[in-house]
């Protein structure tokens, strides 16, 4: 991951300005620690901070054309830059960066090439031709991206919030598959795949082809001039992941430089589910793994940071980025600058214990058409953020465009949880790698029950947490929440707290505008909830809380307590 920011139309473009626009690039610089650029032409700055993962040498960024013509600035991976490179093949590229690919094919083809991108990408892009520009964010949003505008008519593009709330009146989360255009004026929708208006599928689930193209989602990931890992939580998505690199590593650039023994982490409270798990899944696998502790204290102290670099007061998404925050200090510590995660699987597949209440197979499959628009404010949010604030770089194959197509088309009737079939969640997923004579797990991790990333790294950071917000938050404080934050009330002392930290930081009304609220219950969005009468009584985020599925449910004398809205995380 990099830092980007991009700032059109100031009125001022004097030195001053400039020097302005070098200081709030700064404010990204966790994100890229390994060089900054800055480009001005007239009243047109393009800042880059740099995490070198890529071409380390000689892949600074801003990124040119042949004379110069076009800048452009960005944050994330291309990972078919080589084919792209091979159709481009009348063009000079001055460096081995993966991102340089864009700067000719907006000569190519002006505006429309986004699509031929396959990564993960946030980028801004000028033509000095004629001052336009443009931005684009990826197809799901897993690289963060903000626009603003500010009093002097300036537009503005960042890659984290705090680069440009200062200095803009409004700004919002740029919308992901989207990309925004000085000439037409706004955003247009360039990704439009077959399940986004929500259709019910037909196609009859195939494992083998959903099993291969998991793969080289996998593979393609691996594209790195530094050492990687996996973070391994020993759950069924991050094993998955795991196994397929680790046995495809060995025929990989990668491993000529680094070598053929894959790394793999795993952070949790001394004796918590996932340690074991996960120890148990690396020693099958062979990996060289890396077990990490915190304690709750260390969790409780790192929330000011948390909530300062990931930008939001969602409680899950807080509950789950502190262990990844802390965990992505060690793995830089270590020398690792990039891993793979597992994010999106439960999206996708209905991995989620709720879905076990899905009513029928149309809002099973509407519901994960939901939670995947939603993925960049949550759990793409929570993956990137956190492990940036240490400039390490998290990949997630399972939103891999080509892996989503065709899980998405798969006719939902075989996603659904059926229990008079043996099926339990994401069985489409776990029978596709269900393989006797070449496993890639043991068949107990691979029928593992899910568990959300803020449970399984120990299920008493959680009460710690809401113990820790009780000491904080009166009663006094809670009952007048809704005349301080009349926008997005907070309902707990854990969110009143939340908040509050939160505030401190962004003040602004756009800056809370960012983040969705509404009811849930064990990451649902707000439409699920009326599957089940019960849960409108124990609206918790935690999976703990889908009450009768999860095998640590709680007891019914909990079911009334009441938890900070939620709709949709890890």
């Known amino acids: 991951m990099c830092g980007i920011l991009a700032v059109f139309g100031c009125v001022d473009n004097s030195r001053a300005k400039r020097a302005r626009i070098i200081e709030l690039s700064r404010r990204l610089r966790h994100r890229g620690p390994d060089w900054s650029g800055i480009h001005c032409h007239g009243d047109c700055y393009l800042a880059h901070q740099r995490l070198a993962i890529v071409d380390p040498t000689s892949g600074d960024q801003p990124l040119y054309n042949e004379d110069k013509t076009i800048i452009v600035t960005v944050n994330g991976e291309i990972y078919n830059h080589k084919q792209l490179r091979q159709q481009l093949n009348s063009h000079q ?23 031929m991108l396959d990564g993960m990408f946030a980028f801004v892009l000028l033509d000095t031709r004629d001052k336009s520009f443009i931005a684009a964010r990826d197809a799901i949003g897993i690289t963060p991206l903000y626009l603003g505008w500010g009093h002097d008519g300036s537009t503005w593009f960042a890659s984290e919030m705090k680069a440009l709330s200062d200095d803009c009146e409004r700004f919002m989360s740029f919308l992901p598959g989207h990309i925004y255009s000085s000439k037409q004026g706004g955003l247009r929708r360039w990704y439009n795949p077959p399940w986004f208006p929500e ?3 037909s196609t009859p689930y195939d494992p083998t082809l959903l099993r291969e193209t998991f793969e080289r989602a996998v593979i393609k990931r691996m594209m790195t001039d530094v050492p990687f890992g996996v973070l391994l939580s020993g759950g069924l998505d991050s094993s998955l992941v795991a196994s397929v690199a680790n046995r495809y590593l060995a025929e990989s650039e990668a491993a000529r430089q680094w070598g053929s023994q894959l790394h793999t982490f795993c952070i949790g409270l001394k004796g918590s589910p996932d340690l074991k798990a996960a120890k148990e899944v690396a020693d099958y696998l062979g990996t060289r793994h890396y077990e990490l502790h915190f304690t709750v204290q260390e969790g409780i102290d790192a929330l000011e940071e948390v909530i300062y670099h990931i930008e939001t007061y969602d409680v899950t998404t807080i509950r789950a980025s ?24 439960d999206e996708i597949f209905g991995g989620y214990l709720y879905f076990h209440k899905a009513p029928n197979k149309k809002e099973f499959h509407e519901e994960t058409c939901r939670k995947i628009k939603a993925l960049h404010l949550y759990d793409c949010l929570r993956a990137n953020k956190s492990t940036a604030a240490w400039g390490v770089e998290a990949r997630v194959p399972f939103l891999d465009k080509e892996f989503i197509d065709v899980a998405m088309s798969i006719d939902p009737e075989w996603k659904m949880i059926r229990h008079d079939l043996g099926r339990i969640e994401k069985w ?9 004579k070449n496993p890639y797990l043991p068949k107990h991790i691979l029928y593992r029950q899910k568990e959300q990333f803020s449970d399984g790294v120990g299920y008493s950071w959680i009460d710690a947490l809401k113990d820790h917000a009780n000491e904080q938050v009166t009663d006094a404080m809670l009952m007048h929440a809704n005349f301080v934050y009349p926008e997005n009330t907070p309902t707990t002392k854990e969110g009143y707290l939340y908040r509050t930290i939160f505030e401190k930081f962004f003040p602004k009304n756009a800056a809370r505008s960012t983040v969705p609220g509404g009811p849930s219950v064990a990451c649902s969005t707000a439409k699920a909830v009326e599957w089940d009468a019960a849960w409108s009584k124990n609206l918790d985020p935690s999976g703990r809380a889908a009450l009768g599925v999860h095998e640590a449910a709680y007891e019914e004398a909990l079911d009334t307590k009441i938890s900070e809205p939620k709709n949709g995380s890890l």
């Open 199 to 201: 259709h019910i599928p």
């Open 93 to 115: 590229f001055r460096t081995g960066s993966d991102c340089e690919v864009i700067a000719h094919l907006y000569e190519e083809h002006g505006e429309e090439f986004v699509d």
């Open 428 to 436: 489409v997923l776990r029978n596709a790698f269900d393989n006797d």
């Open 322 to 345: 502190t262990p990844m925050f802390l965990m992505s200090r060690k793995i830089k510590a270590l020398g690792v600058k990039m891993v793979l995660s597992g994010e999106g699987s």
